[in-house]
T-cell receptor, first 113, second 114 residues
Framework: AQSVTQLDSQVPVFEEAPVELRCNYSSSVSVYLFWYVQYPNQGLQLLLKYLSGSTLVKGINGFEAEFNKSQTSFHLRKPSVHISDTAEYFCAAYNTNAGKSTFGDGTTLTVKP | DGGITQSPKYLFRKEGQNVTLSCEQNLNHDAMYWYRQDPGQGLRLIYYSQIVNDFQKGDIAEGYSVSREKKESFPLTVTSAQKNPTAFYLC?????????????FGQGTRLTVV
């Protein structure tokens, strides 16, 4: 069985500070990992994805994530956040054998002035 | 523009009624998914379809039904058997079930029981 755990349900941070949103996964098969962002009353948008190759993945809006196979983690980072980054962030793992994704419960990032 | 469209954006249902949520995509994707989102619970998979005329139950299929008669359409019916239907419903599509690309999401339908 596949599972995704987002370790923080809420992360408050001041504007221009760095942030890390933590995600651990477990799977008995190869997985492909994604981070999505959701603004209020909207669908999810892709931030970045890890499929293979370099373990440091860069995405949109200055976000990046590092795939760590030994720690089964895929933490999302941004060196300096803006007010507009306030949103819900979801980590997801996709299993091609099953043909479906497993999502974490989400992390609410609140950026304060 | 290619994309995935959900309608309506807001839907109100009386207890005991069935309602159908629409999901249409023009991305030529084979795989489509329905998720339910409740506060603090992330996304839970209701049903998914990997190809036309075929679909599988997800983790919380009870009280819901779907059809996949056309590649571009995957409507979800919330039946009267669903005891707590008030939630935000998201439809998504992916190029194919064995393709490791990202999912594309619609803007969601917020269903409220009145």
């Amino acid at each position: 069985a596949q599972s995704v755990t987002q370790l923080d349900s809420q992360v408050p941070v001041f504007e221009e500070a760095p942030v890390e949103l933590r995600c651990n996964y477990s799977s008995s098969v190869s997985v492909y990992l994604f981070w999505y962002v959701q603004y209020p009353n909207q669908g999810l948008q892709l931030l970045l994805k890890y499929l293979s190759g370099s373990t440091l993945v860069k995405g949109i809006n200055g976000f990046e994530a590092e795939f760590n196979k030994s720690q089964t983690s895929f933490h999302l980072r941004k060196p300096s956040v803006h007010i507009s980054d306030t949103a819900e962030y979801f980590c997801a793992a996709y299993n091609t054998n099953a043909g479906k994704s497993t999502f974490g419960d989400g992390t609410t990032l609140t950026v304060k002035p | 523009d290619g994309g995935i469209t959900q309608s309506p954006k807001y839907l109100f249902r009386k207890e005991g009624q069935n309602v159908t949520l629409s999901c249409e995509q023009n991305l030529n994707h084979d795989a489509m998914y329905w998720y339910r989102q409740d506060p603090g619970q992330g996304l839970r998979l209701i049903y998914y379809s990997q190809i036309v005329n075929d679909f599988q139950k997800g983790d919380i299929a009870e009280g819901y039904s779907v059809s996949r008669e056309k590649k571009e359409s995957f409507p979800l019916t919330v039946t009267s058997a669903q005891k707590n239907p008030t939630a935000f419903y998201l439809c998504a599509s992916r190029l194919g079930p064995q393709v490791n690309t990202e999912a594309f999401f619609g803007q969601g339908t917020r269903l409220t029981v009145v």
